[in-house]
Nanobody, 119 residues
Framework: QLQLVESGGGLVQPGGSLTLSCSAS????????VAWFRQAPGKEREGVAC????????NFLESVKGRFTIFRDNAKNAVYLQMNSLQPEDTALYSC????????????WGRGTQVTVSS
């Protein structure tokens, strides 16, 4: 399992942008699929974006397609979530997660970073 630490959350106005970062340690990072999840108050956690290890396949929550981008830097053991055109409904606690090779059975989780979209 990896140890994951997120950063980069904050308060942003509607239409604004943020880039979240997740730093990993404790394993062979490049062999892990990495993902971002989010959970809003009173709602279930949902997967936002995921990038596999080999092949770098990505998939996204429908509501964020075209606005969010996931990318990774294996040399830095880091994964990022660039978020553009943010809307109030994007407000949530964002967490990164990792799974061996493909985007399923995530067994490493960070504690999350809060993103609040409000005017």
């Amino acid at each position: 399992q990896l140890q994951l630490v997120e950063s980069g959350g904050g308060l942003v106005q509607p239409g604004g942008s943020l880039t979240l970062s997740c730093s990993a340690s404790g394993g062979t990072f490049w062999r892990y699929a990495v993902a971002w999840f989010r959970q809003a108050p009173g709602k279930e956690r949902e997967g936002v974006a995921c990038m596999s290890s080999v092949g770098l396949r990505t998939n996204f929550l429908e509501s964020v397609k075209g606005r969010f981008t996931i990318f990774r830097d294996n040399a830095k053991n880091a994964v990022y979530l660039q978020m553009n055109s943010l809307q109030p409904e994007d407000t949530a606690l964002y967490s990164c997660a990792a799974a061996w090779d493909v985007c399923s059975n995530f067994d490493s989780w960070g504690r999350g970073t809060q993103v609040t979209v409000s005017s």
